[in-house]
């Protein structure tokens, strides 16, 4: 993006507010006299709001960017983006915290959120690849017990297939009731009669009973992510109270000092000592007159 149009700035910039998904409403016209309160709000959230593999990376990284002033988080920034997006901004801090240079705050803006929807793909198919992976590797229960059907065991320990088995063993002739054979081979014994394995709870389904440790722990990182960037919302939450407390406090002393006190705008304040010096001009003059 280059300087000198305005105009393809704001489009940028609002196309980029489309691809975050950007909630709040934007006064473009405070965007363009460089006020840099109109570009913060849009920079912390799309660290903090727009992805939460973002924010787990900001966790990852310890990076915390609430309840800092001005300066603290635009510093936290330029490191995030240096150290991490391997991006250098254009403006240096002090110069985007000052008033003026819109077309380069609006590029760098622009650069931050390609920054960050790009990130956010990349870890996105980063996790699908290894969900992926880990349901390709993870045998089901039905596949185990037909394994376990096909293996026979005799009364010796040895296991044996059972087509092996059954070409092993004679066929076994009619005989009355009176004859017994010492020298018939004994039945195949099926495991899953010795050890009959235990049912799935009724309604169940078999595949959910097969959890991976890793998909555990993995559930179990991304809770705790959750909970750090529920804190943060809420340290956020806090200082904006204390704000508002402080606020408050404020009032409580303007009014006080205000009590018993008549407030007149300036413009009227100088029509009336304007009208009085003309009355005491007109009286002056006639009081001449007289003598």
Not at 151 to 158: A, R
Request: charged residues 30%; aromatic residues 8%.
């Amino acid at each position: 993006m280059t300087t000198g149009d305005l105009k393809g700035s704001l489009r940028k910039i609002e196309q980029g507010l489309r691809m975050l998904n950007y909630p709040r409403d934007v006064d473009y016209t405070v965007l363009v006299k460089g006020d840099p309160a109109a570009f913060l709000p849009i920079i912390s959230y799309s660290f903090t709001s727009f992805s939460t593999y973002i924010a787990e990376l900001l966790v990852k990284c310890d990076v915390e960017l609430t309840a800092k002033s001005d300066l603290r988080f635009i510093e936290a920034i330029y490191k995030l983006l240096r150290d991490q997006f391997h991006y250098k901004p254009i403006l240096t801090k002090e110069q985007f915290l000052q008033f003026g240079f819109a077309e380069r705050k609006m590029q760098i803006v622009c650069d931050i959120i390609n920054c960050v929807v790009k990130k956010h793909k990349e870890l996105s198919n980063l996790n699908k690849v290894k969900s992926q992976t880990r349901k390709k590797f993870r045998p089901s229960k039905r596949e185990i017990w037909s394994n376990c059907g096909n293996v026979l065991v005799d009364l010796s320990g040895s296991t044996l297939n059972s087509k092996q088995h059954a070409q092993k063993v004679p066929l076994v002739k009619r005989h009355s009731g009176d004859e017994v054979r010492d020298d018939l081979p004994l039945a195949p014994i099926n495991p899953t009669l010795l050890n009959p394995p235990s049912l799935p709870a009724e309604g169940g389904n078999e595949e959910d009973l097969y959890l991976d440790d890793d998909v555990v722990e993995e559930q179990v990182v991304e809770d705790n992510s959750q909970m750090e960037f529920l804190r943060s919302q809420l340290a956020d939450c806090q200082e904006k109270l204390h704000k508002l407390d402080w606020m408050e406090d404020k009032l409580r002393v303007l009014e006080e000092r205000l009590k018993g006190k008549v407030i007149i705008d300036e413009k009227d304040w100088n029509n009336l000592l304007s009208r009085v010096l003309l009355l005491e001009t007109e009286l002056l003059l006639q009081s001449k007159k007289v003598y």
